[in-house]
């Protein structure tokens, strides 16, 4: 029963603004790391950051600065606010589960959303 959902995904031109939404059914995952990651075409699965149950974050570094992730536990839903975007930041965007609070391979994360399209044009 366990369900990741993401949406928010779309085109938009380079410079633009994004926020992503992950929402979770079947489980609470407040006491999770939730993870966002991201794949182009060709690629491999790239990690975007993640929040702790906490709320802190981590980011990698191609996207820190631009990209903000908050959650609202009440919800069971995740955000990923993308700023400043560029076109390398086009890929399919997927949110997941961690195993562990410590997390960021995506070998580490379990539960998947299906993903949602961002695309950034010059």
């Known amino acids: 029963q366990v369900q990741l959902v993401e949406s928010g995904g779309g085109l938009v031109q380079a410079g633009g603004s994004l926020r992503l939404s992950c929402t979770a059914s079947?489980?609470?995952?407040?006491?999770?790391?939730m993870g966002w990651f991201r794949q182009a075409p060709g690629k491999d699965r790239e990690f975007v950051g993640k929040?702790?149950?906490?709320?802190?974050?981590y980011y990698a570094e191609s996207v820190k600065g631009r990209f903000t992730i908050s959650r609202d536990n009440a919800k069971n839903t995740v955000y990923l606010q993308m700023d400043s975007l560029k076109p390398e930041d086009t890929a399919a965007y997927y949110c997941?589960?961690?195993?562990?609070?410590?997390?960021?391979?995506?070998?580490?994360?379990?539960?998947w959303g299906q993903g949602t399209q961002v695309t950034v044009s010059s």
């Open positions: 929040i702790r149950d906490s709320g802190d974050t």
């Open positions: 997941a589960v961690a195993r562990f609070q410590g997390a960021r391979s995506a070998r580490n994360y379990n539960y």
């Open positions: 079947g489980r609470t995952f407040s006491n999770y790391t």
